[in-house]
């Protein structure tokens, strides 16, 4: 069974420093994507950055990046320079990629990231 | 302007009211999604729909009714609810289907 791990229900980081958010999944397909989104307290869920199975290399986009170690099955999120504003509830994801499957995205229970001033 | 809109934002119900939620979005997608998040637990997929057809029921009460009379529009009938069934609704849309990326700001629902 497909399964997304978060083990930090919580964390506190300074401003202006880097913070690394914990994924794990599990999936015996071959190909699948990952996925982390943003939720802010006002509750919309906003999808951060996409990484393939097959990508060779991490994704980036912004601040955000995904340290991708497919052998370890990890799929952390690093964003670098925190800002106040990134003060939100994190999930982590991860979806088959065949298009043929009508199959689902699953979800972590996600990590709430508080950022001091 | 997160291009999928819900309303209303907040609902409180008993539990013999009738309600709907409903969620529209003018992004060309073809592919939308009810997803229940409730407190503590992961996002919990609802239903999807893909060019207007249900491709997905995931166990839902028949309490909960979906409906999607064209690909921009999609709405969620409620009846008969249970207070467990208080959480945040959350609609999303994709241009294909099994990867979502744009949700709606949700509906917090409570079932009295």
């Known amino acids: 069974a497909q399964k997304i791990t978060q083990t930090q229900p919580g964390m506190f980081v300074q401003e202006k420093e880097a913070v690394t958010l914990d994924c794990t999944y599990d999936?015996?397909?071959?190909?699948?994507?990952l996925f982390w989104y943003k939720q802010p307290s006002s509750g919309e869920m906003i999808f951060l950055i996409y990484q393939g199975s097959y990508d060779e290399q991490n994704a980036t986009e912004g601040r955000y990046s995904l340290n991708f170690q497919k052998a370890r099955k990890s799929a952390n999120l690093v964003i670098s320079a925190s800002q106040l504003g990134d003060s939100a509830m994190y999930f982590c994801a991860m979806s088959p990629t065949l298009m043929n499957r009508d199959d689902k995205i699953i979800f972590g229970k996600g990590t709430r990231l508080h950022i001091l001033p | 302007e997160t291009g999928v809109t819900q309303t209303p934002r907040h609902l409180v119900m008993g539990m013999t009211n009738k309600k709907s939620l409903k969620c529209e979005q003018h992004?060309?997608?073809?592919?939308m999604y009810w997803y229940k998040q409730s407190a503590k637990k992961p996002l919990e997929l609802m239903f999807v729909y893909n060019f207007k057809e249900q491709t997905e029921n995931n166990s839902v009460p028949s309490r909960f009714s979906p409906e999607c009379p064209n690909s921009s529009h999609l709405f969620l009938h409620l009846h008969t609810l249970q207070p467990e069934d208080s959480a945040l609704y959350l609609c999303?849309?994709?241009?294909?289907?099994?990867?979502?990326?744009?949700f709606g700001p949700g509906t917090r629902l409570t079932v009295l």
């Open positions: 999303a849309s994709s241009q294909v289907l099994a990867v979502p990326k744009i």
């Open positions: 999936t015996s397909d071959q190909s699948y994507g």
């Open positions: 992004l060309g997608h073809n592919a």
